[in-house]
């Protein structure tokens, strides 16, 4: 669809998503955070509770909670390590040119975990790393045969590298 959006696009195409919370984060100790969000994380779209255990000091961060879990430790000025646990889901619309542009969504439920590290090497310029895995991943589309996939996925591991100026 990306090669004709302009003319081809529908409504189907673009979504609208967000999320409401409300937190008490102090800049030390305990805090909380409570909401809703509707987006496509979890494969198709709807709406899921936020809830969030948070903490905090000058070295250490976290974030345990749902649908996101984050712990952040900081050793030096320049240096952060952390590890994530989140839903890593998405839905796309398709038109199959070729179907005879025959229509369907494709879905896919995961989960992805990750490590990385983010070291700022020089005055607001960031270099980043992270390793991490996608699991409990489920497909659901068509083939160009109009053969319906439904199936579980092997976990997948992945890398991601980042070069980043903060303004």
Not at 37 to 58: E, H, M, Q, T, V
């Amino acid at each position: 669809m990306f090669k004709d959006l302009f003319s081809r696009g529908t409504s189907d195409d673009f979504n609208l998503y967000g999320r409401a919370t409300v937190e008490r984060a102090p800049a030390d100790g305990w805090g909380w955070r409570a909401g809703a969000g509707y987006d496509d994380r979890f494969g198709d779209p709807k709406a899921y509770p936020i809830a969030a255990l948070l903490y905090a000091s000058s070295t250490f961060d976290a974030q345990i909670g749902w649908p996101h879990a984050r712990a952040r430790w900081k050793p030096r000025e320049s240096l952060r390590l952390a590890v994530q646990v989140e839903p890593a889901g998405a839905r796309w619309h398709v038109d199959s040119d070729e179907r005879d542009g025959a229509q369907f969504d494709y879905t896919v439920e995961a989960w992805r975990a990750s490590i990385g590290v983010d070291w700022e090497f020089a005055r607001r310029w960031h270099l980043g790393a992270q390793l991490g895995s996608e699991f409990d991943r489920h497909h659901d589309f068509e083939l160009d045969t109009g053969a319906r996939i439904d199936t579980d996925a092997d976990s997948a591991a992945f890398p991601g590298v980042c070069v980043r100026y903060g303004f």
